[in-house]
């Protein structure tokens, strides 16, 4: 997909993408409240008005980012609600959720870990929808198994959070996202063989 429009211009939806792509990089690499919308708006080329006409301020562009990841979340639901029933269900599933992250999304996980309150509060504008979503996905997948143990229960919920862990663990050590990425999705499968 072009970025641009005919005559150099982008598209609004390019445009919304850019601004987020670029706040996401000031925020992790010089921080939250140091980063200003005219930082953001000067290295997209854009008017600060601009940037405003997109998004109301530095918590909306985040709170896109968790929208954004919420309907991801719900269309996987949704996906798993229209399958057959079949031992490989959860398999596919879990690893459609883990294989869904992106080097930039693994940059929005350490933004939020870096800055609990904002996510926190984020999360709670936007009613919780990623962890009401991911809730909803692993009870959904929970009734699939044939153990239907609280073990079995937090195993698979172990799986879909296994790059959230995958994160925590390559903290302050020099691992690319390749590693983390791999390491993730080895364990997600780990923990669903775990599960037969």
Known sequence: ????????????????????RVA????????YEATSMREIADLLGIKKASLYYHFAGKEDIVRSLFDRRGSEAEELLGWLRQQPKSPRLVHDA???????????KLQGLRFLAANPLLAQSVDHDT??????????????LAEMLPDHSAVAALRLR????????????????????????????????AAINALS
């Not at 690893?95 to 930039?104: G, Y």
């Open 94 to 104: 879990v690893l459609r959720w883990v294989d869904s992250f992106s080097e930039e």
């Open 127 to 140: 009613d919780g929808r990623i962890s009401s979503t991911l809730t909803q996905l692993a009870q959904a």
């Open 24 to 31: 996401l990089d000031l925020f992790t690499s010089r921080g």
């Open 1 to 20: 997909m072009s970025t641009t429009m005919a005559g150099g211009r982008r598209s609004g939806e390019d445009t919304r993408a850019a601004i987020q």
């Open 158 to 189: 172990m799986a879909l959070l296994s790059i959230n862990a995958a994160i925590i663990a390559a903290s302050n050590e020099q691992f690319t996202d390749a590693d983390i990425l791999s390491a993730a999705r080895s364990s997600a499968i």
